[in-house]
């Protein structure tokens, strides 16, 4: 059977920087202290014009590039966010218009941070089943506009960025050889934007009481991400027939630097093997693998046969992980 795996990757992070130096002068934290807790130095905040769709369509356009097809040949658009431009169409809409990828179906996922390896995974068995042969899935987030600002809890961790990948067929034995998807439903409240939809829409209460911003438990959200990332990495590892000492990187989620720190230790894997870059970005929620991805591959630490695991966990409580073969 043929294998179905990432054949071209791209990323983008808008120009205007926010260090924990701007933060320290309206949060009261030190820029050491922020970097201690979080393992940010800084992050990357959209401009007032763009949104989520031209991050996207940025990362995407430099994916397509790297693998050498053009939109017309895309079939599929998906666009994982947490921050749509609007909540009806779905921004993977205008994604196809800025691409003018005419041929393709487009679709947003939510699944938070876990939103991009869960659209991986899906994109790969569209291309398995046949009924499509190129697939474009993007992570995309604008952050900025659903932080609160005055919040020290949480205005330290999100930045905005997007990372594509473009998807198709390789050689057997490559792409993709295993994945878990999860989601434990009883955390839903631990992260969450409280109003604006269905259950609580937009009000001049709403507004008035800051509930259009992310809230968080942070430790709920810490304790089950220590739990998570180690045990969903070793059930991947499981369905590819492979064990901890056959990854070559493990690219996972940057939300924090010690959770980071703890899922490799769950899996007996060095750090040297772990790909970060949450000290220049934050936590990008689904953008944050893709960009990981493309970054570690541009840096030349995949090559041609590579095992590479994916992982990440968010609101939910979602999880996802995934080996994959490079090609």
């Not at 961790?157 to 998807?167: E, Q, R, S």
């Not at 809230?215 to 969903?232: E, H, K, Q, T």
């Not at 995949?302 to 490079?326: D, E, H, K, Q």
Request: glycine share 10%.
């Amino acid at each position: 059977m043929m294998g179905v795996g990432i054949i071209g990757l791209g990323h983008y992070a808008p120009e205007k920087r926010l260090t924990n130096a701007d933060l320290e002068k309206t949060l009261g934290l030190t820029a050491e202290s922020i970097l201690q807790r979080s393992g940010i130095n800084q992050r990357h905040i959209a401009s007032p014009e763009e949104a989520t769709s031209d991050l996207a369509s940025r990362a995407a356009r430099l994916a397509l590039a790297d693998a050498r097809v053009d939109p017309e040949e895309i079939d599929l658009i998906i666009v994982a966010t947490t921050t749509p431009d609007c909540y009806g169409p779905p921004t993977a809409a205008a994604v196809q218009a800025q691409l003018q990828a005419k041929r393709a179906a487009a679709c947003d996922l939510s699944a938070a941070c876990s939103g991009f390896v869960y659209s991986f995974v899906l994109g790969c068995q569209l291309i398995k089943s046949g009924l499509y042969r190129k697939v474009l899935v993007i992570g995309g987030e604008v952050l900025s506009r659903i932080t609160d600002w005055t919040d020290p809890d949480t205005a330290i961790l999100f930045g905005d960025g997007a990372g594509a990948a473009v998807l198709g067929e390789v050689p057997a034995g490559y792409g993709l050889l295993g994945s878990d998807l999860g989601v434990d439903g009883s955390g839903f409240d631990a992260l969450k934007v409280p109003a604006g939809g269905g259950r609580r829409p937009a009000s001049a209460e709403t507004v008035a009481k800051r509930l259009h911003y992310v809230s968080m438990d942070g430790y709920r959200v810490f304790m089950f991400a220590m739990r998570v990332l180690g045990d969903s990495i070793r059930r991947s590892l499981t369905a590819a027939g492979f064990g901890s000492d056959d990854i070559d990187l493990l690219v996972p989620h940057q939300a924090n630097l010690r959770i980071i720190e703890a899922a490799a230790r769950r899996v007996d894997l060095p750090l040297e093997k772990t790909f970060v870059n949450i000290d220049r970005y934050g936590n990008t929620s689904a953008a944050s693998v893709p960009i990981a991805l493309s970054e570690a591959k541009a840096a030349g630490r995949i090559r041609r046969g590579n095992r590479v695991v994916l992982v990440g966990f968010g609101a939910g409580l979602t999880w996802a992980s995934c080996v994959l073969r490079w090609y």
